[in-house]
């Protein structure tokens, strides 16, 4: 009861304060000011695609012209070219040493300089042991962004074979 009695004050004050013209437009100013607030959450929370803008990226890779099956391929942005991307494309070469890049759940890459690293295949594991992994059948060097000598341009509307990666021994 002392809660209502409260309440009942504040009303009264209230009142008192204000006219009753000014009270008479309050409920209309909060109708207004939760109407712009849902209009801006539902604009905000669109359905606008906010992620980066990526071209398609595909090729083969082989190693003295045969295709190598099974490796991983990443193209790691090249920050000295001027690629400031927070993405790291890659992929996997299938049977035929084809891969296609993806990139933030979207298959491509952004444009820019990167620089490629080339991933070993390591064999399935028997019976739950750890694979047995041995050197690459390619030079090590690809195997690491500071010693790769890989290094492609992705750009738009690039020719087919531009992301072609042949490796060495």
């Known amino acids: 009861m002392a809660r209502l009695a409260g309440f009942r004050l504040t009303i009264d004050f209230i009142y008192r304060k204000w006219n009753m013209k000014r009270l008479r437009f309050f409920p209309n100013?909060?109708?207004?000011?939760?109407?712009f607030l849902a209009v801006s959450l539902f604009i905000g929370c669109g359905g606008s695609d906010d992620g980066p803008k990526l071209?398609?990226?595909?090729?083969?890779?082989?190693?003295?012209g045969s295709p190598l099956p099974g490796v991983g391929i990443s193209f790691?942005?090249?920050?000295?070219k001027g690629n400031k991307s927070v993405h790291e494309p890659s992929g996997t070469a299938d049977a035929e040493g084809k891969f296609e890049l993806v990139a933030a759940a979207k298959n491509g890459a952004e444009v820019g300089?990167?620089?490629v690293v080339i991933i070993p295949a390591a064999p399935a594991p028997k019976g739950g042991e750890m694979p047995q992994v041995g050197p690459p059948p390619f030079s090590v060097k690809y195997t690491d962004v500071t010693t790769t000598d890989l290094s492609i341009e992705v750009k738009a509307g690039a020719a087919p074979g531009a992301y072609d990666?042949?490796?060495?021994k």
């Open 29 to 35: 100013v909060c109708l207004v000011g939760f109407a």
């Open 55 to 64: 071209v398609p990226v595909s090729g083969k890779v082989t190693l003295a």
């Open 76 to 80: 790691r942005p090249d920050a000295a």
């Open 113 to 115: 300089w990167y620089k």
């Open 165 to 168: 990666l042949t490796l060495t």
